[in-house]
């Protein structure tokens, strides 16, 4: 049982976030894609996945063993929406952060080299995590991404109407169904650690999960003990529209125009078909408008995007040579 125990300031400062982000869903969905206990509700997403993967999911899957503790990825790439800012966030981690991550994960013999790159932070260790990363999303999440977003965003809406209706205690009443009990000032959570966790007026963030176990997580930020801990919640996975969520999707739905220019980008250029401000761009894709700014100055000087200013915002558009690749026409 892990004891969570609140004072007045720390149910003040409590709030709800959208997802863990992409990244640490990625790693959850490697090691839930073997296990077979995970029930039916993903049964239609692992025989969809299983086996498109090979040897490419290796870094990660050896990053989250069976057995021991895990790396905690959301601590070392954020909750970034997208998975280039995941990769950029975990290329600039902090030496000492990986440290901690990873000193405690007990590493097959036949990984321990690679771990010890990572550990004394050699940057051809971190692309081989980088790779692996973005070839599991892409097989992984990605192509289900869209749905399973949606579907966070409805069990997140839950928390908020609970909090709109009863305040922070009424959310914290209602969480995780019979994992988790409120009595107050304590939230008792089902874990297989015995734990007293003191918020010390942190608070706390309420994020749901899609791929995680069926034990609610603390995530504690180990270099900052200031920040607000992350309490990961999985979301209900036995409702009826979740095994809806991977039905008619697959290796199809990456479409090839990703490979060319990126997941992210690709969907940057589709979402400015009907011309959007930069900050609009980031707000439908969930990407920081640095990020965005950062595709839209690609695409433009490829041609494939054109840009104008009306006001303080700049406008962005597809150009011709933008929509015939769009469209799958031949670009002469």
Known sequence: MKRIHFTAEDLARTRVAPTIGVAAETFDSVRMLGDREAGLAFRGWQVSVRGRLGDRAGPLAALMPAR?????????????????????????APRALLRVELEHIGFHPAHRTWARGLLDGTREARLQVASALRACHRVTLAPYWSAVRSHLGEVRAGYVRAMADGGVEQLLTVLGGSAACWRPPVLEVAHARDEDVHLNGRGLVVAPTMFSTDQIELLLPPLDPSRSPTLAVPAPSCAPPCPALWEGVGESAVHPLDDLLGRT???VLRAAVAGRRTTELARVLGISPATATHHTAALRNARLLATRREGKAAV?????????????RPVV
């Open 68 to 92: 021991g503790p895990l790396v905690d990825a959301m601590s070392l790439m954020g909750a970034a929406p997208s998975i280039d800012e995941a990769v950029e966030t975990w290329m600039a």
């Open 265 to 267: 980008r690709a969907a």
């Open 316 to 328: 962005h558009t597809v150009t011709t040579l933008g929509m015939a690749l769009l469209d799958g």
